[in-house]
């Protein structure tokens, strides 16, 4: 749940990396770590945003172009250009919201939904990548679960990849989880850094970064950002002068609690939707087990 400013793509965290084990009971942190996972091994060319547009007006996700671009984290004068681009590719319909003149409504045409069928093999060849340790069944039963933590009714048949589900798990925990704690000024993220600095402080921010699966660039935004707040003092570590030492401050550990209620908060509502907690541990094995596959990083390009 940690995460730098940029939303980290893959590059602020380290893939293979060791989980930090206090943490791996919330689903938001493991998403977190499959996210770097996927991220590690994502598509980055031009093809791979139009798949997940595609995908997303296929599967019923996103019908206004605003929605479509919160939902997918997407920039809205990229987005504007994305589907200029594949409207004149004649994939995508764009007309006025008769509710809402300012708003347009996508839909997928015929030859878009060609195109997605044209992408589907590559996709999902990056997925058997993503999922190498998993078996066929456990690769379906990982998306089925995936699809009702988004909100979609069990059994409900979805040609969405796995990469794909795992991003938008991602980005929606991410926003409930937000939106839950953004009164007091904080982000779900802040969860894990300041618990990991309540385990170890006083600690060296290597340490810290270590932790976490961070890259210490990553590591020094997250705790400049926390110290700003005044919620981590960076004091002088005893055993080596020229390293400094994170320990929370009273209101940091103030914080913490605040944010350990509302991540529990937000994890029993996640077990309410997936059906109870034996879904809950059939997702985090599998989410777990895929874990331990090494990804080899910009393999299988789309396009």
Partial sequence: MAEPHGHGRGSAELVGAKLAPELTR?????????????AAGADRSTQARDYAVLAALAAGHGTSQQALAER?????????????????????????NPDNRRSYLLALTDAGRGELARMQPAVLERDRTLTANLTDAERVRLNELLRTVLGEPPGTPSGLSTEYLITQVFYLLRRRGDALVADEGLRVRDFGALSAIGKLGPCPQQQ????????????????????????????????????????????GRERLAYLADAVERMQAEIVRTIGGEQAETELHTLIHKMLAAPVAAGADRTG
């Fill in 72 to 96: 997918l984290e997407i920039n809205r004068t990229i987005m504007v250009k994305l589907i200029d681009r594949l409207q004149g590719a004649g994939y995508v319909t764009r007309t006025r």
């Fill in 26 to 38: 919330y689903l938001p942190y493991l998403m977190r770590r499959a996210f770097a996972h996927v």
């Fill in 208 to 251: 810290f970064a270590r932790y976490l699966a961070l890259t210490e660039p990553a590591a020094a935004l997250i705790v400049d950002e926390l110290v700003e707040k005044g919620l981590v003092t960076r004091g002088q570590d005893p055993d080596d002068r020229r390293r400094y030492a994170l320990e929370l401050t009273g209101l």
